[in-house]
Nanobody
Framework: QVQLVESGGGWVQPGGSLTLSCSASENAFQTNTMGWYRQVPGKARELIARITVGALKWYGDSVKGRVIISRDAAENRVYLQMNRMKPEDTGVYYC?????????????WGQGTQVTVSS
């Protein structure tokens, strides 16, 4: 059974830090590149970071230099450490495999975790 559960979101002031966590089912996690996505109202979901099974990392321009993605194979978890946060980091954050998990021709997403950056 496929499962993605994101956690760790919350409210943080500009300049602050948060670490997001995603628990994935083993069948999704072990052989796939994992990514973190951000969705803000009125915009498409945006891939902001990804990490391969071999721990090669990529970051989107909007977060480069401020976030670190990591994965724990023993726990089937992927993390996103976010630093020097900005109001434009506000949104709902999701993790997924890359390519994304498809179930019955629909992209499967977890519930996401809300991040709000404001003073």
């Amino acid at each position: 059974q496929v499962q993605l559960v994101e956690s760790g979101g919350g409210w943080v002031q500009p300049g602050g830090s948060l670490t997001l966590s995603c628990s994935a089912s083993e069948n999704a996690f072990q052989t796939n590149t994992m990514g973190w996505y951000r969705q803000v109202p009125g915009k498409a979901r945006e891939l902001i970071a990804r990490i391969t099974v071999g721990a090669l990392k990529w970051y989107g321009d909007s977060v480069k230099g401020r976030v670190i993605i990591s994965r724990d194979a023993a726990e089937n978890r992927v993390y996103l450490q976010m630093n020097r946060m900005k109001p434009e980091d506000t949104g709902v954050y999701y993790c997924n495999t890359i390519p994304a998990i498809m179930i019955h021709s629909q992209t499967y997403w977890g519930q996401g975790t809300q991040v709000t950056v404001s003073s």
